[in-house]
């Protein structure tokens, strides 16, 4: 995930000269480049489904927009600021984004489909494999290895995200106030949402005075053409019947699907900081799987291409099979797709959006501190002896210091843990 300071900035910037404000009204869908086509889309997002992983797939996405001409940078960076502002999966939401000031909501989804579908269809047949397999002899060492290596690339993520959301010590005090609370079986979202006020309140940017946004107030005075309302609006009528069917089934399917609906409705930042948030839920809430199949189920997001939080696939698949999974996959990406059309329409309408930064800070900081709690619980299933504890520090050592990629510290993680298990040390 970009650093909030790199991002946001694009939007603390005045507009000066009648010609760049004029340039900012143009917004959302009239761009003065040649129309793409629905399939150049999809085609295009399903190629980085099928080749993007890990860190690889911000640029990826980056390199896609700005090699095609489809935006310039400066929408782009917009584009990237603006789904750091309400909750959901980033990259996913960047691409939604994107499809939809292309092409429109067919644009965005045929956008967002191109991207998870590949990952999706993987993780079903990596589930199918990993539960019918589950009673071999060789595959619980196997995956205690995988374990070990997720908790040495969580712990680099913790660290790392914690250096660029803690910028003060109220941010400090709000992730040392998570920790503390989720230690103690808060309910996590309650304590995602306490963060959120806080933050609104006590890490407000500031607006100069004297020099309103003008790019706000030119977008205030243009209403929003009512085709696209539609459109919009038959995309929260699909999510909202999505909700309906889960609350329909009334069954653990049926109950794990609102689950993601409603992390997907609240959770901010990237794939591995919405984690804790399913953990309390799916491990530690409802036992729909065991920390051990949980940091399973994270290994596998990790190495499938695609966005993250395909790991709701797999453990939909646990529970009801690949109807349970498509209708948590779903639920975990279809509320911020939502959302990224109305904020894509809505947000450079708002004149004061301080506050709204203020509470995604918060947000941001409490997340390190929930991420932490995720570390241990982790580690404790992880690391299993000295050759596990090993193995987990020479992968944080090497995505940290040596910037590996992630899918080959997991593939020569396993060669290594594989020939430690074949000479008996593990």
Known sequence: MLTNERVLSKDDQVVEADSEVQAADQVALAPSRPQVSLITIFLAYSQVGVTAFGLAILQKLRTLVLSNDWLSEQEMNEGLALVQLYPGPLMVDFT?????????????VLATLGFVAPSFVLMLALSAAYFSSGNLPWVHPLFLGLEALVVGVVL???????????????EAGLALAAFTAVSFRANSILVVLAALALGAVLLRTQTPVGRPDAKASVHSANPIPGKRWAAIGAVVAVVLAGVALAVALQSEVGRMSLTFFKIGSVAFGS??????????????????????????????GQITPGPFLITATFIGYKLGGIGAAALTTFAMFAPSFAMTLVFTEVFTRIRNPQAMRGALAGVLAAFVGLLATVVLQLGAVGIVGPA??????????????????IIWIFVGGLLLWGLLLTAGVA
Not at 388 to 405: I, Y
């Open 96 to 108: 939604a984004y994107v499809g939809y000031r292309l092409r429109g909501v067919p644009g965005a």
């Open 271 to 300: 794939g591995m900081t919405i984690m804790p948030l399913i953990q309390a839920d799916v491990v530690d809430a409802h036992h729909w799987l065991s920390m051990s199949q949980f940091a399973d189920g994270i290994a596998l």
């Open 388 to 405: 596990s504890l090993a193995l987990a520090a020479g992968a944080f050592v090497a995505v940290r210091f040596f910037k590996w990629d």
């Open 156 to 170: 680099n993520v913790t660290m790392d995200f914690g250096e660029r959301a803690l910028k003060g010590p109220i």
